[in-house]
Nanobody, 124 residues
Framework: QVQVVESGGGLVQAGGSLTLSCTAS????????MGWFRQVPGKEREGIAC?????????YSDSVKGRFNISRDNVKNNILYLQMSNLNREDTAMYYC????????????????WGQGTQVTVSP
């Protein structure tokens, strides 16, 4: 059974930093792709940072490029991190981690397995 679990969300002041973590287990192979998505009420889920297992393919959306960093520890049970800095109110959203055996790009349809989400709220 595949499990994807995010952690690390919370309340942070504008200009601050926060790091999200995600673990994925139960996929058929170890070299699966992982990514971070976010969604605000009334809007579609947006792929913001995705990477292949090796890190040879990394994608950032324009909205987070230069402020967020995606990294992955392939030794410690495939932990995916999202280091977020210089946060602003537009970053307030539910953040989801996703995994997929292939996971090409950073589109929602490219990922099969999803976590429950962790809320990030940026205060003024």
């Amino acid at each position: 059974q595949v499990q994807v679990v995010e952690s690390g969300g919370g309340l942070v002041q504008a200009g601050g930093s926060l790091t999200l973590s995600c673990t994925a287990s139960g996929l058929r192979y170890d070299d699966f792709a992982m990514g971070w998505f976010r969604q605000v009420p009334g809007k579609e889920r947006e792929g913001i940072a995705c990477r292949s297992y090796s890190g040879g393919s990394i994608y950032y959306s324009d909205s987070v490029k230069g402020r967020f960093n995606i990294s992955r520890d392939n030794v410690k049970n495939n932990i995916l991190y999202l280091q977020m800095s210089n946060l602003n109110r537009e970053d307030t959203a539910m953040y989801y981690c996703a995994a997929d055996d292939v996971g090409l790009g950073c589109g929602e349809a490219s990922y099969e397995y999803w976590g429950q989400g962790t809320q990030v709220t940026v205060s003024p």
